[in-house]
């Protein structure tokens, strides 16, 4: 078996002969096989021996490619403020080879910064695309983080049970407006 810088080489080369691609595609290294899995060379029945990986990273190399749709993971942060803006960030820093992403402003966000960052213009700015909830509700391989996001959810809408609703408060006794002051202002030892 080939391995190595050589055997990525040879993965990654569009004129490798399909014998090699066979042998490099049943390769131990995840990276070899990613790199066949992104050569446009590849055979469709290597490719579709490839779409049967379980591998992050091989599975991201054919998303890439635009041979392997609608299995991704996809991860939606819906909201408003900095704290969309910052979990975003960290989704497309770190996730964004192995997720779908998408997000879902509040109805209220004009795109503009103020005190506050527009989650609406970041996620404009770095080409997410935007999702709405009738195509949210549809997904079965969905991660829905709500960040400050204002609608009130039907959940039982949803075909995922990964939804997760970040609030500053303990819920439903501090809900609505100042919901990290409301336990300080009346003096709670354990508000949350």
Same mark, same amino acid.
């Given at each position: 078996?080939?391995?190595?810088?050589?055997?990525?080489?040879?993965?990654?080369?569009?004129?490798?002969?399909?014998?090699?691609?066979?042998?490099?595609?049943?390769?131990?290294?995840?990276?070899?096989?990613?790199?066949?899995?992104?050569?446009?060379?590849?055979?469709?029945?290597?490719?579709?021996?490839?779409?049967?990986?379980?591998?992050?990273?091989?599975?991201?190399?054919?998303?890439?490619?635009?041979?392997?749709?609608?299995?991704?993971?996809?991860?939606?942060?819906?909201?408003?403020?900095?704290?969309?803006?910052?979990? %975003? *960030?960290?989704?497309?820093?770190?996730?964004?080879?192995?997720? #779908? &992403?998408?997000?879902?402003?509040? @109805?209220?966000?004009? +795109?503009?910064?103020?005190?506050?960052?527009?989650?609406?213009?970041?996620?404009?700015?770095?080409?997410?695309?935007?999702?709405?909830?009738?195509?949210?509700?549809?997904?079965?391989?969905?991660?829905?983080?709500?960040?400050?996001?204002?609608?009130? %959810? *039907?959940?039982?809408?949803?075909?995922?049970?990964?939804?997760? #609703? &970040?609030?500053?408060?303990?819920? @439903?006794?501090?809900? +609505?407006?100042?919901?990290?002051?409301?336990?300080?202002?009346?003096?709670?030892?354990?508000?949350?």
């Amino acid at each position: 078996m080939l391995i190595g810088k050589y055997a990525f080489m040879l993965a990654s080369d569009p004129d490798t002969d399909l014998k090699t691609l066979v042998e490099l595609s049943k390769s131990p290294d995840v990276e070899i096989r990613a790199a066949i899995a992104y050569n446009k060379s590849t055979p469709e029945n290597i490719l579709n021996q490839l779409r049967k990986d379980s591998s992050n990273l091989v599975r991201a190399a054919l998303r890439k490619r635009g041979v392997l749709v609608g299995d991704a993971l996809t991860v939606c942060i819906a909201g408003k403020n900095n704290i969309a803006v910052n979990g %975003l *960030k960290h989704i497309i820093d770190n996730y964004s080879e192995e997720f #779908n &992403i998408c997000y879902l402003p509040n @109805p209220s966000d004009d +795109g503009i910064d103020t005190w506050q960052l527009s989650f609406l213009k970041f996620a404009n700015e770095h080409n997410i695309p935007r999702a709405s909830l009738e195509e949210l509700y549809l997904l079965e391989n969905l991660i829905f983080i709500s960040l400050e996001y204002s609608e009130i %959810l *039907k959940t039982k809408k949803f075909k995922t049970h990964q939804l997760y #609703n &970040i609030h500053f408060s303990l819920l @439903p006794k501090y809900k +609505g407006m100042y919901t990290s002051a409301l336990p300080i202002f009346l003096a709670k030892k354990n508000p949350v």
